[in-house]
C-alpha cells in the first residue's frame, strides 16, 4: 500500500522554477503546500502523481525541462496537468530507466 506525503522542497523548488512563467503556473505554486502526492512505480525514476479524484486523467503538458542526472544521464521532467487544468503529476524519465540518483538543482539564474 502506498503512503501518500506532501512535496519535499527540492520537489517544490523544481516544480515552481518549472511553471513560473505558465499560465497555471501561479495557482498551483500557491497551492504546493497542500499537495498530497504518492511515488509511482517507475523503478525510483522519481515520478509523482497528485493524489485526487480518481476520475482524474491525463489532460496536458505545463512544462518540461531537460537535466542530468549525477552520472550524466538525460533526465526529462515535466509537470502535467489534469483534463480540469489541475496539477496531475511530476513525469520523471531518465533516458536508461534507471533510479534516479539526485533530484535535480533548480538552475542557476544565467
Known sequence: ?????????????LIMWMIK?????????????????DEMDDGGMGSLHVVGNADRIFGRELAQGDFSDIDRMPVFISVDLDTN??????????ADFSALKKFPDVPNKS
Open 85 to 94: 487544468d489541475d496539477f496531475y503529476e511530476l513525469d520523471v524519465f531518465k
Open 1 to 13: 500500500m502506498r503512503m501518500s506525503r506532501k512535496l519535499k522542497e527540492e520537489e517544490k523548488a
Open 21 to 37: 512563467d505558465t499560465d497555471k503556473g501561479d495557482v498551483i505554486i500557491k497551492n504546493l503546500e497542500n499537495y498530497l502526492v
